[in-house]
């Protein structure tokens, strides 16, 4: 066989074929590069959306410790105005450093697991015979989205309550820090009192992230089929912000419940809720109103949509630059 000049174009025979050339496989990313590339992305998005986190959490926990008559009726603009006034500008981001301290092993973990939860269950005989089924893919994105929520949740769970304290905190701050807050915890409701609400917490993450990654997996991919030559980045950041929306919308009463199980006996007081989770739900639904379930799900919303859609945008593109360095 004679090959001529031009590549890709051999004679057989007297006849001409292009030959196409060989298939370069995509660059795998280490594992230190995608921990790295999940664990900054987490930590950029929830740096840049700290002040209506602490809004959010602020508004959670408002009917803890008041009842309905003295139940303040507040608006975001009034109490970040508080905020200003009381605490400092700087107060928005209370709690922002062990913020970062969590989401930098949380979203690694979470990004990390979900693709390795990903490229097992896609090893199961039943999934692996309907790989080209669009109802197998949108299964192994949510259960892999879940498992992933779980794992990062349960291997970083107290860094998580201690944030939340940190930042429920207002005039009167109880813990100093990071490390006082942990002690003190041990401390006064001991060791098990760090992984207060953890049961809760799962059972919110696990739905919430896998909800998230199976919207904005099929969104993205639906984007990119219809409109291919759109940037990447652009793409991103947009459908990430809707998994946003969608995931905090079908479980943010769980996250309200989680926030305030986190928040028990903090401080010393006495506990509010003796009762489990459907006795919490009934409780607020009786004392707060259903509303009371949604109270700062506003913030939520303003958080989300930029939070969720920096995260994967960020995770996307360093994803594809260390790579590129890889390579």
């Known amino acids: 066989m004679q090959t001529e000049a031009r590549v890709g174009v051999a004679v057989e025979g007297g006849v001409r074929k292009l030959v196409q050339p060989p298939q370069q496989k995509p660059q795998q990313l280490g594992t230190v590069s995608q921990l790295l590339a999940g664990g900054v992305a987490g930590a950029l998005a929830k740096t ?62 979470n990004f990390y697991a979900y693709e390795h939860y990903k490229k097992l269950l896609k090893t199961i005989p039943v999934l692996q015979s309907h790989t080209d089924n669009v109802s197998a893919d949108l299964c192994i994105q949510f259960v892999g989205g879940g498992l992933a929520g779980i794992t990062a949740s349960a291997s970083t769970y107290p860094l998580d309550l201690v944030r939340t304290r940190l930042a429920a905190q207002t005039n009167t701050a ?53 409109r291919p030559n759109d940037s990447a980045a652009v793409v991103s950041l947009a459908c990430g912000s809707l998994s946003g929306i969608a995931s905090s919308t079908a479980t943010f009463p769980l996250d309200l419940v989680r926030r305030r199980k986190q928040l028990e006996g903090a401080g010393g007081r006495a506990r509010v809720y003796t009762m489990g989770l459907f006795g919490m739900f009934r409780h607020i639904i009786r004392t707060e109103g259903l509303r009371g379930l949604y109270r700062g799900i506003l913030p939520e919303y303003y958080k989300v949509v930029p939070g969720v859609g920096i995260c994967f945008m960020t995770y996307d593109t360093l994803k594809k630059l260390l790579a590129d360095i890889s390579a």
């Open 174 to 226: 109880y813990y100093s820090g990071i490390f006082n807050a942990l002690q003190t915890i041990s401390k006064e409701e001991g060791i098990f009192g760090l992984y207060k609400g953890l049961g809760t917490t799962l059972l919110t993450v696990g739905p919430s992230i896998a909800i998230s990654f199976t919207v904005y997996e099929s969104m993205r991919s639906y984007w990119q089929s219809n």
């Open 48 to 109: 840049c959306t700290a002040p209506l986190a602490r809004l959010t959490i602020l508004f959670q926990v408002q009917g803890m410790h008041s009842n309905v008559a003295t139940l303040r009726k507040l608006s975001i603009w009034s109490e970040a105005s508080r905020i200003i006034h009381e605490e400092g500008f700087r107060a928005f981001w209370k709690g922002n450093l062990v913020t970062i301290a969590h989401r930098l092993p949380y979203s690694s973990v």
